[in-house]
C-alpha cells in the first residue's frame, strides 16, 4: 500500500476464495430442498446409510463429470464419453485375460490409458484440426462404438469385474464409508488442485475466456486443449471401470445413461456452458444435485418416461435462472 | 439478345460456383449408387429402389430439419429424440379412417412444430446454447415418447402406410415423392422467403445482420420451428414403415449424429450461413449407399459399426481444410 | 470560401428554414463507469454536409451509434423533425430515414451482392423472393456508385476490401436515406472511386439529404464539408460554417490545450547504440511489402502514416503470429524463425506485444486482475508444487503500485476496471516477462489523457532502461512526443522516416498524404 491513489486493495474475501458464487449457491441451495422434500416424504432420506449409499452412486458420475468439467471450462464439450465408459470397462474386464499373470494388476491402469488415448485423439482433432468438438467427439464416439462392437463379438473378451475394480467400486474400509467415495474425493481434490494452484490450470481458464487472447500471452494452447481432452477421456474410462466393478462385468451401452448427467451436473454446479468460468465446488454440487433427484424419482417409482421430463425441466429452469447469454444490443 | 444469354451464362457460371458442395454430394452419390447397383444380384428394379429409398429418405428428412438451425450458426441435438417421439405418437394416434388418419397426421406435425418451437424460444429468449438447450428438450422428449409408447408396438393407418412406402404406377417409390413435394412445400418457399433469407444472414454474421436490420430473433424460431417439422415428417414415415412406435434412444441418437454428418456431406458449414437442405438430402442419400455398399460387397457385420464410425469421422473431418487457407493464426480461433 | 453555384444556392434555401431533421438532446452514454459521451447537443439538417471531427475515442463512434439506433443512450432524447423518437434497433433508424455506412462493415460475407443490397426489403413475388427483380436493382445500384464491374451474384467475401466499402455504401443509398452518416467510409477506396463517392454526397445533398462526414483527412472535409463539428473527451467542443477556423485552429481544438507538456524528455540521439532487431525484406502478401529497419536498445521507434497500411500485420509478423512471413529477423544479432509468440517470448532479448483490441486480444475480461497479470509469466511464478501464491501476489502487488493501476482488489474482474486501468493490466502482464523488444499496436487508443501520459512516462522509462520499443499510433502528436524516430508507412511499405527536427505533425501528415496524392496521379 504505498499511496492514496493506488486505492484500497483488500485482501479476497472468503467466499471469493472457496469460488462460491450465486449458481454455487443455488445449487447447494437446491439439494437442500431435495433432500428436506424427501425427508417430508419419508424419514429414510436423512439417514446417514441412504446418504452415503448415495454419494457411492454419485461417485461415478462425480468422476466422469470431474473429467467432462474440464473441457467444458475450454468452451469446448466431450460427446464420446458414452462409449469411452464402456471402452475403459472393457479394456479393464478384457486385459485380465490378455495380460497373463501380469492381468490383474495392470487391468485397471490399461483401461484408463485406453481412455486417455481416444481423449488425446479428440484433442488432437479439436486442437489441429479445429474442428468443433461437438462434431469430432460425436465421430471419435462412433468409431469407439464400432471398436467396441468388434471387440465383443469378434473376440469373445473376458468381461467379469476383477476383485480389485470390485473392492474399489463398493466395499467400504474406512468408517464405513464406500471406498468409491474416496477414489472421487481423490480425483476431486487432483482436479482443484490443478486449477487452482499450477499454471496449466490457470491457462485452462485463459483459453475457455478467450483463446486468441491466451496464444498472444504465449500460452501453448493446443497442449491445454490435448491435455483437458485426455484428461477427460481418462475419468470416462476410469468411471467405466469402477462401473464394472459395481455391476461385476462390462457390457455395452453401458455408459450412455453417463452423457446427459455429466453435462447437466458442470452446467448445473455454475461452470459456463461457454467456458472460461466455474470451480469444482459447483461441479460437487451439481453431481450431488443430480443423484438426489434421480435418486428421489426412483423412490417416488416415477417411471422412467417421467424421470425424463423432469431431468430436462430442471436443467433448463435453472439454466434460465443463472448463466445466460449476453444480449445482441449492447 | 446477345447480352442476355451471356447475362443467363454469367449467372449460371455463379450458380454452380454457389452449389459446388451440393452438386460434389450429388456426384458421390450417383457414383456410390451406380456401383452398388451394378453389384446388387437383382439390378435397379422398383422393389430395390422402394427399399433404398424408403430408408434414405428418413436420413434425409432428418438431415434437412438439421440444416435449418446449423445455417443460423446453431445445433439441434434433439431432432433425432423429435424423430423417435413423432414415431411414438403417430403409432397412436394415427390410426381408424383415412380421414382420422389425416387428422392424425396434421397433429403430429403441430407436435413436432410446437417441439421445434420450444427449442427455438429457449435459445432466443432465454438465450441459452443451442447445444445445451436442446440436449435438454432432447430429453423431455424422449420421455414424452417413452410416456406414449412404453414399450414398442402400436399401428398406423394402413392405407396411408402402403400408399406412402410403396409405389408409384408401380415404377417410383413413393417415399421419393413424399421427399419432392417436402422440399417443393417446405424447403423452397422457405428458401426464397425474407425470413428463410434472413436465417442464413445470422449464421453468416449474428452482428452484421443485426446491424443491416435483419429479423435476427424471428429467423431463428422459424428454423428451429421448421426444424421440429421436419424431423416429425420423418417420424411419421419412420411409423409407416415399420407400423410401429419406438420409443429407442440408440436410434434417436443414430440420427442425431448422422444428421449431422449428412450435412456436413452436404456441403452446409457448421459454422453457419453456407449450404443447403438439398446438399443434406444428398449428403443422406451417401451416408445411407454406405452402408448398403458394405452390405453387398460382403464386409462381415461385425465390422460394419467401425466402419460407418470411421467414415463419419472421415466425413466431419473435411471441415478442417479452412485452416490451409488461414494465414493469420489470430483467425484460427475464431 | 463559397461559389455561388447551383450546390450553394440549394444548401443556403435549405439553411433559410433551418429545420434540423435529426436533433439530438443532452445525450450522454456512459459503458460501465466510462463516460464515451457527456452532455451532447447535437443536429443534422437536410441538404448539410456536417462533418465530425475528433481524435480516436473523441466520441464519434458512440454518437454515430446513438443516431442510427445501434445503441441507447444513457441520458437525453433523440428528435426526428422535431418529434422525439427511441430507436430499438437499427431498422426503425432505417426507416425513419436515418442510414448509416458503418465503419467495421455490416455486409454478411456468405452472401450475394443481390442478397445484400436488398437484406431487408426484397422485391417480392407470390410472397417469395424475387431473384430477378433483386438482381436487376442490384445492377442499378451498383451502376450509381460506378461499380458495374461487380457482378449482382458475386459473394462478398470474395470481392476485395475496397469493392466492399462501394458495395456499402450502395446498401445504404438502396434505403433511401434522408440523413446518411458516412463512418470512414473512404479509408479503404481507390483514388477513383473516392471521387465518385464525392459527386454521390454532392447529388445526395442536392436532393435534401443531411450527410454526416466522419473523417481523419483534413483534404476531404475541406473539400466537401458546409458545416464542422469537433468532439474531444465525449464532449461537443464546437460546430461552425466552413472557413470560419484554419485547419491549425481546428486541429487545435482537436487536441486540446494541454498537448505541449504532455510528453517526458528524449535522450539525445546517439548512434552507437547496439541494435536489437534488425528486420530485413519482411513481407507477407499485399499488407507487407519488402520491409527492412533496425530497432536499438533504448530507442523508441514509431510507425506512422494513414490506418490500416500494413502497420499492424508488421507487429503481427514480427511476433510470429502470420503464416507465411518471408524475408529475416535478427535478435541481438541472432537469426530467429518467426514462429508464434512464445517463440518470440524466448527469443536471445524476450519480446511483448501489446495487442490492438485489449478486449479480445489482451484481456480475458471476466477473470481476475491477478490472473490476467501473471498469465505470461506464471511458469516463472511456478514453485515445485505448483503456482506459488504469495509470490505470485507479491509480483501482482508490485506491478499494481508500480503502474499504479486502480482496482478495487487484486481479485476483482478486469472488465469492472476502467479503459485506462485495462490497459495498465496488459503492459503489467508483460512487464512481468521482463521483455527487451516491445511491441506496442496503439496502446492508447480509447485511453484517458491522465493514463496516457502515464503510458508516455512508462515507455520512456522502459526504453532508459534498454528496452527497444517500436510503437504503432494512430495519434500524430503522440508519435511526435513519443519517438526518437518515425517509420512512415504506406501500402505496407516503409516511405520515409522522419528523426529529430523533421520529426513534426505537417512533415508527418504530409508524408502520409503526399503519398497518397502521388498514388493518385500514377
Same mark, same amino acid.
Given at each position: 500500500m504505498t499511496g492514496v491513489d493506488t486505492g484500497a486493495v483488500r485482501g479476497p474475501t472468503l467466499a471469493m476464495r472457496l469460488g462460491i458464487d450465486r449458481s454455487v449457491a443455488i445449487a447447494f441451495g437446491c439439494i437442500l430442498l431435495i433432500l428436506a422434500g424427501g425427508a417430508m416424504y419419508s424419514r429414510e432420506f436423512l439417514s446417514p446409510d441412504y446418504l452415503l449409499q448415495q454419494l457411492q452412486v454419485g461417485a461415478f458420475l462425480g468422476i466422469i463429470a470431474s473429467g467432462a468439467m474440464m473441457v467444458i471450462l475450454l468452451g469446448h464439450i466431450d460427446l464420446s464419453i458414452p462409449w469411452v465408459v464402456t471402452l475403459g470397462a472393457m479394456m479393464a474386464t478384457a486385459m485380465v485375460g490378455w495380460g497373463g499373470s501380469w492381468g490383474p494388476w495392470i487391468c485397471i491402469p490399461f483401461g484408463v490409458f485406453c481412455g486417455?488415448?481416444?481423449?488425446?485423439?479428440?484433442?488432437?482433432?479439436?486442437?489441429?484440426?479445429?474442428?468443433?468438438?461437438?462434431?469430432?467427439?460425436?465421430?471419435?464416439?462412433?468409431?469407439?462404438?464400432?471398436?467396441?462392437?468388434?471387440?465383443?463379438?469378434?473376440?469373445?473378451?473376458?468381461?467379469?469385474?476383477?476383485?480389485?475394480m470390485h473392492f474399489i467400486a463398493v466395499q467400504r474400509s474406512l468408517f464405513g464409508i464406500p471406498n468409491a467415495v474416496f477414489v472421487w474425493a481423490i480425483v476431486g481434490i487432483f482436479v482443484i488442485y490443478v486449477l487452482k494452484r499450477t499454471a496449466f490450470g490457470r491457462t485452462v481458464y485463459a483459453v475457455g475466456n478467450r483463446e486468441s487472447a491466451a496464444y498472444l500471452s504465449g500460452v501453448n494452447t493446443n497442449r491445454v486443449l490435448i491435455g483437458c481432452f485426455a484428461f477427460s477421456g481418462a475419468m470416462a474410462a476410469f468411471a467405466g471401470v469402477l462401473l464394472a466393478g459395481y455391476s461385476n462385468k462390462a457390457y455395452q451401452n453401458m455408459g450412455d445413461a453417463y452423457l446427459l448427467p455429466a453435462i447437466a451436473a458442470v452446467v448445473l454446479g455454475g461452470t459456463n456452458i461457454l467456458g472460461g468460468r466455474g470451480n469444482y465446488l459447483g461441479t460437487i454440487a451439481g453431481v450431488i444435485l443430480i443423484t438426489l433427484l434421480q435418486s428421489i424419482l426412483s423412490v417416488m417409482q416415477m417411471p422412467e418416461a417421467g424421470r425424463q421430463v423432469i431431468y430436462g425441466c430442471v436443467i433448463i429452469g435453472m439454466l434460465l435462472i443463472y448463466g445466460r447469454g449476453a444480449k445482441a444490443r449492447s | 439478345?446477345?447480352?442476355?444469354?451471356?447475362?443467363?451464362?454469367?449467372?449460371?457460371?455463379?450458380?454452380?460456383?454457389?452449389?459446388?458442395?451440393?452438386?460434389?454430394?450429388?456426384?458421390?452419390? @450417383?457414383?456410390?449408387?451406380?456401383?452398388?447397383?451394378?453389384?446388387?444380384?437383382?439390378?435397379?428394379?422398383?422393389?430395390?429402389?422402394?427399399?433404398?429409398?424408403?430408408?434414405?429418405?428418413?436420413?434425409?428428412?432428418?438431415?434437412?430439419?438439421?440444416?435449418?438451425?446449423?445455417?443460423?450458426?446453431?445445433?439441434?441435438?434433439?431432432?433425432?429424440?423429435?424423430?423417435?417421439?413423432?414415431?411414438?405418437?403417430?403409432?397412436?394416434?394415427?390410426v381408424g379412417t383415412v380421414g382420422e388418419g389425416m387428422l392424425g397426421i396434421v397433429?403430429?406435425?403441430?407436435?413436432?412444430?410446437?417441439?421445434?418451437?420450444?427449442?427455438?424460444?429457449?435459445?432466443?429468449?432465454?438465450?441459452?446454447?443451442?447445444?445445451?438447450?436442446?440436449?435438454?428438450?432432447?430429453?423431455?422428449?424422449?420421455?414424452?415418447?417413452?410416456?406414449?409408447?412404453?414399450?414398442?408396438?402400436?399401428?398406423?393407418?394402413?392405407?396411408?402406410?402402403?400408399?406412402?412406402?410403396?409405389?408409384?404406377?408401380?415404377?417410383?417409390?413413393?417415399?421419393?415423392?413424399?421427399?419432392?413435394?417436402?422440399?417443393?412445400?417446405?424447403?423452397?418457399?422457405?428458401?426464397?422467403?425474407v425470413l428463410g433469407r434472413a436465417a442464413y444472414a445470422v449464421g453468416s454474421n449474428e452482428q452484421a445482420a443485426y446491424m443491416s436490420g435483419v429479423p435476427v430473433q424471428k429467423a431463428k424460431l422459424l428454423a428451429y420451428t421448421l426444424a421440429g417439422v421436419l424431423a416429425s415428417v420423418?417420424?411419421?414415415?419412420?411409423?409407416?414403415?415399420?407400423?410401429?412406435?419406438?420409443?429407442?434412444?440408440?436410434?434417436?441418437?443414430?440420427?442425431?449424429?448422422?444428421?449431422?454428418?449428412?450435412? @456436413?456431406?452436404?456441403?452446409?458449414?457448421?459454422?453457419?450461413?453456407?449450404?443447403?437442405?438439398?446438399?443434406?438430402?444428398?449428403?443422406?442419400?451417401?451416408?445411407?449407399?454406405?452402408?448398403?455398399?458394405?452390405?453387398?460387397?460382403?464386409?462381415?457385420?461385425?465390422?460394419?459399426?467401425?466402419?460407418?464410425?470411421?467414415?463419419?469421422?472421415?466425413?466431419?473431418?473435411?471441415g478442417a481444410f479452412r485452416i490451409l487457407r488461414v494465414r493469420n493464426r489470430l483467425e484460427l480461433f475464431s | 470560401?463559397?461559389?455561388?453555384?447551383?450546390?450553394?444556392?440549394?444548401?443556403?434555401?435549405?439553411?433559410?428554414?433551418?429545420?434540423?431533421?435529426?436533433?439530438?438532446?443532452?445525450?450522454?452514454?456512459?459503458?460501465?463507469?466510462?463516460?464515451?459521451?457527456?452532455?451532447?447537443?447535437?443536429?443534422?439538417?437536410?441538404?448539410?454536409?456536417?462533418?465530425?471531427?475528433?481524435?480516436?475515442?473523441?466520441?464519434?463512434?458512440?454518437?454515430?451509434?446513438i443516431a442510427s439506433g445501434v445503441t441507447d443512450p444513457t441520458e437525453g432524447e433523440v428528435l426526428i423533425e422535431g418529434r422525439p423518437v427511441r430507436f430499438r434497433n437499427p431498422t426503425e433508424a432505417m426507416r425513419a430515414g436515418v442510414v448509416c455506412v458503418f465503419q467495421e462493415l455490416s455486409l454478411l460475407p456468405e452472401m450475394t451482392v443481390a442478397d445484400n443490397l436488398s437484406i431487408v426489403d426484397p422485391p417480392k413475388w407470390l410472397g417469395m423472393i424475387n431473384a430477378q427483380g433483386q438482381r436487376e436493382r442490384a445492377r442499378a445500384l451498383l451502376k450509381r456508385v460506378g461499380c458495374e464491374d461487380v457482378h449482382p451474384l458475386e459473394l462478398v467475401r470474395d470481392l476485395p476490401l475496397s469493392r466492399r466499402q462501394m458495395v456499402e455504401i450502395a446498401k445504404a443509398l438502396g434505403r433511401n436515406p434522408r440523413i446518411l452518416i458516412l463512418d470512414e467510409a473512404t479509408s479503404a477506396l481507390t483514388a477513383d472511386d473516392v471521387e465518385r463517392v464525392y459527386g454521390i454526397i454532392r447529388d445526395l445533398k442536392k436532393s435534401g439529404v443531411g450527410i454526416l462526414y466522419v473523417s481523419h483527412r483534413m483534404r476531404e472535409i475541406e473539400a466537401l464539408a458546409d458545416t464542422a463539428t469537433v468532439f474531444r473527451n465525449g464532449r461537443k467542443i464546437e460546430t461552425f460554417t466552413k472557413g470560419e477556423r484554419s485547419v491549425d485552429a481546428i486541429i487545435e481544438m482537436m487536441i486540446g490545450r494541454e498537448v505541449t507538456h504532455q510528453y517526458p524528455p528524449k535522450p539525445e540521439p546517439s548512434a552507437d547504440r547496439p541494435v536489437a532487431l534488425a528486420a530485413a525484406n519482411l513481407a507477407w502478401g499485399r499488407e507487407i511489402q519488402d520491409v527492412s529497419f533496425n530497432l536499438k536498445k533504448g530507442e523508441i521507434v514509431g510507425l506512422g502514416g494513414l490506418d490500416?497500411?500494413?502497420?499492424?500485420?508488421?507487429?503481427?509478423?514480427?511476433?510470429?503470429?502470420?503464416?507465411?512471413?518471408?524475408g529475416t529477423v535478427a535478435i541481438d544479432?541472432?537469426?530467429?524463425?518467426?514462429?508464434?509468440?512464445?517463440?518470440?517470448?524466448?527469443?536471445?532479448?524476450?519480446?511483448?506485444?501489446?495487442?490492438?483490441?485489449?478486449?479480445?486480444?489482451?484481456?480475458?475480461?471476466?477473470?481476475?486482475?491477478?490472473?490476467?497479470?501473471?498469465?505470461?509469466?506464471?511458469?516463472?511464478?511456478?514453485?515445485?508444487?505448483?503456482?506459488?501464491?504469495?509470490?505470485?501476489?507479491?509480483?501482482?502487488?508490485?506491478?499494481?503500485?508500480?503502474?499504479?493501476?486502480?482496482?478495487?482488489?487484486?481479485?476483482?474482474?478486469?472488465?469492472?476496471?476502467?479503459?485506462?486501468?485495462?490497459?495498465?493490466?496488459?503492459?503489467?502482464?508483460?512487464?512481468?516477462?521482463?521483455?527487451?523488444?516491445?511491441?506496442?499496436?496503439?496502446?492508447?487508443?480509447?485511453?484517458?489523457?491522465?493514463?496516457?501520459?502515464?503510458?508516455?512516462?512508462?515507455?520512456?522509462?522502459?526504453?532508459?532502461?534498454?528496452?527497444?520499443?517500436?510503437?504503432y499510433s494512430t495519434d500524430y502528436a503522440e508519435l511526435i512526443g513519443c519517438c526518437d524516430r518515425v517509420l512512415v508507412v504506406y501500402d505496407g511499405k516503409i516511405r520515409r522516416e522522419l528523426a529529430g527536427e523533421a520529426l513534426n505533425e505537417r512533415n508527418l501528415l504530409q508524408s502520409a498524404l503526399n503519398i497518397d496524392a502521388s498514388e493518385r496521379a500514377a
Open positions: 486417455a488415448v481416444i481423449g488425446i485423439l479428440n484433442g488432437l482433432g479439436v486442437a489441429y484440426l479445429r474442428l468443433p468438438s461437438m462434431i469430432f467427439t460425436l465421430g471419435m464416439n462412433a468409431v469407439v462404438q464400432g471398436l467396441m462392437v468388434l471387440h465383443t463379438g469378434g473376440f469373445a473378451p473376458l468381461d467379469q469385474a476383477t476383485p480389485a | 439478345m446477345k447480352t442476355a444469354t451471356t447475362g443467363a451464362l454469367s449467372n449460371g457460371r455463379y450458380w454452380i460456383a454457389h452449389n459446388s458442395g451440393v452438386l460434389t454430394a450429388v456426384v458421390l452419390f @450417383v457414383a456410390m449408387f451406380t456401383l452398388y447397383i451394378s453389384n446388387h444380384s437383382a439390378g435397379l428394379t422398383p422393389a430395390v429402389a422402394t427399399t433404398a429409398a424408403n430408408k434414405a429418405v428418413l436420413l434425409a428428412l432428418v438431415a434437412m430439419a438439421q440444416t435449418l438451425p446449423v445455417l443460423t450458426r446453431g445445433l439441434d441435438l434433439s431432432v433425432g429424440m423429435v424423430f423417435v417421439m413423432a414415431n411414438c405418437i403417430a403409432s397412436v394416434i394415427v397433429a403430429v406435425l403441430l407436435i413436432g412444430a410446437l417441439a421445434g418451437f420450444i427449442n427455438g424460444a429457449i435459445v432466443v429468449w432465454g438465450r441459452l446454447q443451442p447445444i445445451i438447450t436442446t440436449l435438454a428438450t432432447g430429453a423431455v422428449y424422449y420421455g414424452i415418447s417413452l410416456f406414449v409408447r412404453p414399450g414398442p408396438g402400436g399401428d398406423v393407418q394402413s392405407d396411408i402406410a402402403d400408399l406412402l412406402t410403396g409405389q408409384l404406377f408401380n415404377t417410383v417409390p413413393a417415399a421419393l415423392v413424399v421427399l419432392l413435394v417436402v422440399v417443393l412445400v417446405v424447403w423452397i418457399p422457405y428458401r426464397r422467403s420423418a417420424g411419421l414415415m419412420l411409423t409407416f414403415n415399420t407400423y410401429s412406435g419406438e420409443a429407442s434412444a440408440p436410434i434417436a441418437g443414430t440420427y442425431t449424429l448422422n444428421s449431422i454428418a449428412a450435412v @456436413v456431406i452436404g456441403g452446409t458449414s457448421l459454422f453457419g450461413g453456407w449450404g443447403s437442405a438439398i446438399g443434406s438430402i444428398f449428403g443422406a442419400f451417401v451416408l445411407r449407399t454406405i452402408e448398403d455398399l458394405l452390405f453387398v460387397f460382403d464386409l462381415p457385420p461385425l465390422w460394419q459399426p467401425l466402419f460407418q464410425g470411421v467414415v463419419l469421422l472421415l466425413a466431419v473431418s473435411l | 470560401m463559397f461559389s455561388l453555384g447551383v450546390f450553394s444556392l440549394a444548401w443556403m434555401s435549405a439553411l433559410l428554414d433551418r429545420k434540423p431533421y435529426l436533433e439530438l438532446k443532452q445525450i450522454s452514454k456512459r459503458y460501465g463507469g466510462v463516460a464515451a459521451l457527456t452532455g451532447v447537443d447535437f443536429s443534422v439538417y437536410p441538404g448539410e454536409i456536417q462533418a465530425v471531427l475528433g481524435e480516436n475515442g473523441a466520441g464519434k463512434s458512440t454518437l454515430i451509434k490500416g497500411q500494413g502497420q499492424r500485420e508488421l507487429l503481427l509478423a514480427l511476433f510470429g503470429v502470420l503464416k507465411g512471413v518471408t544479432g541472432k537469426p530467429i524463425k518467426l514462429d508464434g509468440p512464445r517463440k518470440a517470448m524466448h527469443a536471445p532479448l524476450p519480446m511483448a506485444l501489446i495487442p490492438e483490441d485489449r478486449k479480445t486480444e489482451g484481456l480475458m475480461l471476466p477473470m481476475s486482475v491477478r490472473d490476467n497479470m501473471t498469465l505470461a509469466a506464471l511458469p516463472r511464478l511456478a514453485g515445485r508444487f505448483g503456482v506459488d501464491a504469495e509470490k505470485e501476489n507479491a509480483a501482482v502487488q508490485v506491478m499494481v503500485d508500480r503502474l499504479r493501476v486502480k482496482t478495487p482488489d487484486l481479485l476483482a474482474p478486469v472488465s469492472a476496471l476502467s479503459g485506462g486501468n485495462q490497459q495498465k493490466v496488459v503492459l503489467a502482464k508483460w512487464l512481468m516477462t521482463a521483455p527487451g523488444i516491445i511491441l506496442l499496436n496503439d496502446p492508447t487508443r480509447g485511453i484517458d489523457v491522465g493514463t496516457k501520459q502515464e503510458i508516455y512516462r512508462l515507455m520512456r522509462e522502459l526504453a532508459n532502461q534498454g528496452a527497444a520499443i517500436l510503437f
